[in-house]
């Protein structure tokens, strides 16, 4: 119902027209030329304000304001409240960008409302009574037009904003899911992969503990699959302390020792699931292309940061990043931390690599959280 009014406003402004009638009706001197007169401009100016209403060019749209000025002008000897046509002209002038010529715009169409008082055959003081009121009218609509104008702008760019704000929200959102997505099925894929390569080494000779093997292959996939729902329904399944658990194991299934000394405080959901997918992240690249035999995890508070550190003796690494630890930097730097890689001498056994993330630490005072673990 709002839209149907807004859209037919500009019509109903129409009936001021009725203005022109007054001369013709009272004037005693008025010939049938005042009213054919009178109906010409009207039958001009109706199609010039019907297409100025929906013209968005910037010269035509001017093009029409300065036909309708003329015509008011021009019309004031035959009819003095012809003026009527520049306070429609003034109504449509705010549209004109920047506003500085939308305001030179309505003062010139204001000088031209004042020039009609010179046309205007009318006696006093009906002359003064036609004009002064239709130069007024100039200036307090053009300067509402123009008011009116701007807000449009001003909420046209906030809904562009808005879309563009929804669009890189998308984009973030899809990159976040896919940097879980790496780090849940990253880790439990090589879990997976290596216990099926243990389970084809044992099968041979011990077909119970292949057995076992695999059905922990299963579970391991099965829990792999839901952590992925989990992630695609934008929650997080594990802390830090339960990834450092399943890590734990993971890495001693793979001949890895673990030495592992958390302590911290309770830390903010967003900072908490960043530092368990750092972890697992970390973990996954040791057991794909580290070839360690053991693994050193340290995580703790200091004054101002949240630190983990993971530090392994295998081969040192080199190349660019790959795309989970450009998402790990991504997902900390969003955080407002840090992630700081150093690595040795590429294939070099025992350069070991080691990974330190920090994270802003949270102010609140809230319970502290220890694990740790030692094999």
């Known amino acids: 119902m709002n839209q149907r009014i807004t859209r037919y406003a500009p019509y109903l402004w129409l009936v001021y027209l009725f203005a022109l009638l007054f001369q013709p009706t009272l004037d005693p ?3 049938l030329v005042n009213w054919v007169a009178t109906a010409a401009m009207v039958a001009v100016f109706l199609p010039l304000y019907r297409i100025g209403l929906a013209e968005r060019d910037q010269r035509r749209l001017t093009i029409l304001l ?20 520049i306070v429609y002209a003034a109504a449509l002038a705010g549209r004109i960008a920047p506003v500085r010529r939308a305001v030179l715009t309505i003062g010139v169409l204001a000088g031209l409302a004042g020039a009609t008082f010179l046309l205007s055959r009318a006696p006093m003081p009906w002359r003064f009574l036609a004009v002064v009121p239709v130069i007024m009218l100039v200036l307090v609509i053009g300067a509402t037009s123009i008011f009116d104008s701007e807000r449009s702008r001003t909420q046209a760019q906030l809904r562009r904003a808005d879309e563009e704000i929804e669009r890189l ?18 880790h439990t894929l090589s879990v997976i992969v290596l216990k099926a390569e243990l389970a084809s080494r044992l099968l041979p000779a011990d ?14 996939a099965r829990t792999a699959l839901g952590e992925v729902r989990t992630a695609v329904a934008g929650y997080r399944a594990k802390g830090l302390g339960a990834e450092l658990v399943s890590s734990q194991r993971a890495l001693t299934a793979a001949g890895v020792a673990v030495d592992a000394n958390v302590n911290l405080p309770a830390l903010p959901a967003d900072h908490e699931a960043a530092l368990a997918l750092a972890l697992r992240e970390a973990v996954t690249n040791v057991l794909r292309h580290a070839d360690a035999h053991r693994i050193r995890v340290r995580a703790h508070a200091t004054r101002a940061d949240v630190e983990l550190e993971v530090t392994d003796d295998g081969r040192g690494t080199s190349g660019p990043p790959g795309s989970g630890l450009t998402g790990m930097r991504e997902r900390i730097s969003a955080l407002g931390g840090s992630v700081d890689l150093r690595t040795g001498s590429a294939g070099v056994a025992g350069a070991g690599t080691s990974l330190l993330v920090r994270l802003p630490r949270d102010t609140s005072e809230r319970p502290a959280q220890t694990a740790g673990a030692g094999q």
Not at 67 to 83: E, I
Request: hydrophobic letters at 50%; aromatic letters at 2%.
């Open 66 to 85: 300065a036909a309708m000025a003329a015509l008011g002008v021009v019309g004031t000897p035959m009819n003095s409240a012809a003026g009527v046509f």
């Open 169 to 186: 929200a998308a984009i973030a959102e899809r990159e976040r899911i896919a940097r879980d997505l790496h780090d849940l099925l990253g």
């Open 207 to 220: 077909h119970d503990r292949a057995a076992q093997e695999m059905r922990e292959v299963e579970q391991t």
């Open 29 to 31: 001197d008025a010939t």
